[in-house]
């Protein structure tokens, strides 16, 4: 069943915000679940922010944190086994 563009627009989450005069950054994400599309909504009503300020504050968050490094599998199973 093809769906119809109003059925696509309530699973997307389109937030904008003003990065300086006259520019804009924004982000669309579409084909969210409608379950995972309401939890940042009910997590911004919890901590009294709007939906944009919450997810921003999910992506800040998430992505401020370091890389782990990648490791190399083989050298740290060897590692492991070593004293065996």
């Known amino acids: 069943m ?24 924004s982000i669309t994400i579409r084909n969210l679940d409608e379950s995972l599309k309401n939890r940042p909504r009910i997590r911004a009503a919890h901590h ?18 370091e890389p782990t490094p990648a490791i190399n599998l083989a050298a740290a199973i060897q590692k492991r086994f070593r004293p065996f």
Do not use: C, W, Y
């Open 2 to 25: 093809e769906k119809k563009p109003l059925d696509a627009a309530r699973n997307m989450i389109t937030l904008q915000s003003l990065r300086a005069p006259g520019t804009m950054a």
């Open 48 to 65: 009294r922010r709007s939906m944009e300020e919450e997810v921003r504050h999910i992506l800040k968050t998430a992505l401020s944190k």
